[in-house]
């Protein structure tokens, strides 16, 4: 959800964060060629039904980035990205993962010219009550 937000905070790019227990209720039909999903599986207990989830989303054509605790992913073709995250808890493996999602947003403003530190519409402060 962090990424999402920063996402549209400072690159101005629509995203929407889902867990993916949630993909086959109406998110996969939102799925086509070239569509971005950065995926995150770090916690073990659903790591296999979130690798499923992966694969349904590729071959509808998704740009899959796929973020884990892997070092090396043995099925290439279940993404275009594998970024790999540092051996973690369960518990833990969020706070991970979040940097790098506000890393993605940062080198995506960037990459359009933006200047992340000065978000149009934003109000850092609460200035009206």
């Not at 086959?24 to 995926?39: F, R």
């Not at 349904?56 to 790999?84: P, Q």
Request: with cysteine; aromatic share 6%.
């Amino acid at each position: 959800m962090e990424g999402a937000l920063k996402l549209k905070e400072i690159s101005y790019i629509h995203a929407e964060a889902y867990a993916a227990g949630e993909l086959k209720h109406g998110t996969i039909a939102l799925i086509s060629e070239g569509v971005p999903v950065i995926a995150v599986a770090t916690q073990s207990h659903v790591y296999s039904k979130v690798i499923s989830n992966i694969r349904e989303v590729k071959a509808r054509g998704a740009y899959v980035i796929l973020l884990s605790k892997d070092k090396d992913i043995t099925d290439k073709s279940i993404c275009d990205v594998h970024i790999s995250l540092p051996q973690a808890p369960d518990e833990f493996a969020i706070f991970e993962s979040v940097v790098i999602c506000q890393l993605i947003a940062y080198y995506t403003s960037t990459g359009k010219g933006l200047n992340p530190d000065q978000p149009r519409n934003l109000a850092k402060s609460v200035t009206v009550e």
